[in-house]
T-cell receptor, first 112, second 114 residues
Framework: DAGITQSPRHKVTETGTPVTLRCHQT?????MYWYRQDPGHGLRLIHY???????DKGEVSDGYSVSRSKTEDFLLTLESATSSQTSVYFC???????????FGPGTRLTVL | GQQLNQSPQSMFIQEGEDVSMNCTSS?????WLWYKQDPGEGPVLLIA?????ELTSNGRLTAQFGITRKDSFLNISASIPSDVGIYFC??????????????FGKGTHLIIQP
């Protein structure tokens, strides 16, 4: 298995509170991605990173921000969580942009 | 953005039966990937296809990259209980932008009845 961990694995929070999810990799891969998975939508890209401090938006980036201060860590922040952000969030990594992506175990977030 | 149509949405089969699922797209992809997701886990890569027409096997799994580069199928032979899960196809372009790099189908939920 690719060395990817996500924390926390489960979180329940209230509308309007800030939330930060962490993705940590031990593979030294350059590319890191955040996806959300919802019934009927499959996996949708939120943001991705192509290097330390280099990030860009994905398909569903509104309401989310990311940061990457180290190769191994990619943080996803919900500045003010909303119920529509209740989802399962997956981090993925790849060595190069067109390489296969490997996924972490996911974080289940519930916003009440 | 690009969209993948994956079918069927769900399959109820008997143990030992063969399974077939496919993905189609209106856009061309340079790579097709098939992932499996177990409950509470992240998707795990099963097969990657890199060339149009390519047929690749991984144990009881066989996948093909369509000649038109707009479709792919996955077959599972002689299904067993541990094959239960959700199977996703994903198409990848070489567009030079990560945001357009990987598009997922909505998944095929495989349920096996003993």
């Amino acid at each position: 298995d690719a060395g990817i961990t996500q924390s926390p694995r489960h979180k329940v929070t209230e509308t309007g509170t800030p939330v930060t999810l962490r993705c940590h990799q031990t593979e030294n891969h350059r590319y890191m991605y955040w996806y959300r998975q919802d019934p009927g939508h499959g996996l949708r890209l939120i943001h991705y990173s192509y290097g330390v401090k280099d990030t860009d938006k994905g398909e569903v980036s509104d309401g989310y921000s990311v940061s990457r201060s180290k190769t191994e860590d990619f943080l996803l922040t919900l500045e003010s969580a909303t119920s529509s952000q209740t989802s399962v969030y997956f981090c993925a990594i790849s060595q190069r942009e067109t390489d296969t992506q490997y996924f972490g175990p996911g974080t289940r977030l519930t916003v009440l | 953005g690009q969209q993948l149509n994956q079918s069927p949405q769900s399959m109820f089969i008997q143990e030992g039966e063969d399974v077939s699922m496919n993905c189609t797209s209106s856009s061309i992809f340079n790579t097709w990937l098939w992932y499996k997701q177990d409950p509470g886990e992240g998707p795990v890569l099963l097969i990657a296809l890199y060339k149009a027409g390519e047929l690749t096997s991984n144990g009881r799994l066989t996948a093909q990259f369509g000649i038109t580069r707009k479709d792919s199928f996955l077959n599972i032979s002689a299904s067993i209980p541990s094959d239960v899960g959700i199977y996703f196809c994903a198409g990848q372009t070489d567009s030079g932008g990560g945001a357009d790099g990987l598009t997922f189908g909505k998944g095929t939920h495989l349920i096996i009845q003993p």
